[in-house]
């Protein structure tokens, strides 16, 4: 069993930059990968970014490629979505989500597991 907490989210104002964080408690190893989505406000739950937790391959979504990094701590368990130059459109709450797989999937539907989110708020 695997379980995510995230934390790190809060109020910004445009331009700023936050970092999120996912500790993961339970199994990692071969084929485990961490992705980070978001959900605003009447919208659906759209992807942000993945790493392979092994290799450390990233993934990221065309909308936030040059400013959203991705990155794991392998030894300490713990993920990051580093998020610079935010803007109001990143206010969401973000979670934190991981699966089993030879890929870093996309689709929300791939994960099994998944944090509780922490909203983060980006005001003009």
């Known amino acids: 069993q695997v379980q995510l907490v995230e934390s790190g989210g809060g109020p910004v104002q445009a331009g700023d930059s936050l970092r999120l964080s996912c500790v993961v408690s339970?199994?990692?190893?071969?084929?485990?990968?961490m992705g980070w989505f978001r959900q605003a406000p009447g919208k659906e739950r759209e992807f942000v970014a993945g790493?392979?937790?092994?290799?450390?391959?990233?993934y990221l979504a065309n909308s936030v490629k040059g400013r959203f990094t991705i990155s794991r701590d392998n030894a300490r368990k713990l993920g990051y979505l580093q998020m610079n130059s935010l803007k109001p459109e990143d206010t969401a709450v973000y979670y934190c989500?991981?699966?089993?797989?030879?890929?870093?999937?996309?689709?929300?539907?791939?994960?099994?597991?998944w944090g509780q989110g922490t909203q983060v708020t980006v005001s003009s």
């Open positions: 339970g199994r990692t190893g071969s084929f485990f990968n």
């Open positions: 790493v392979a937790w092994i290799t450390g391959r990233t």
């Open positions: 989500a991981a699966n089993y797989d030879d890929a870093i999937p996309a689709r929300s539907t791939a994960y099994a597991y």
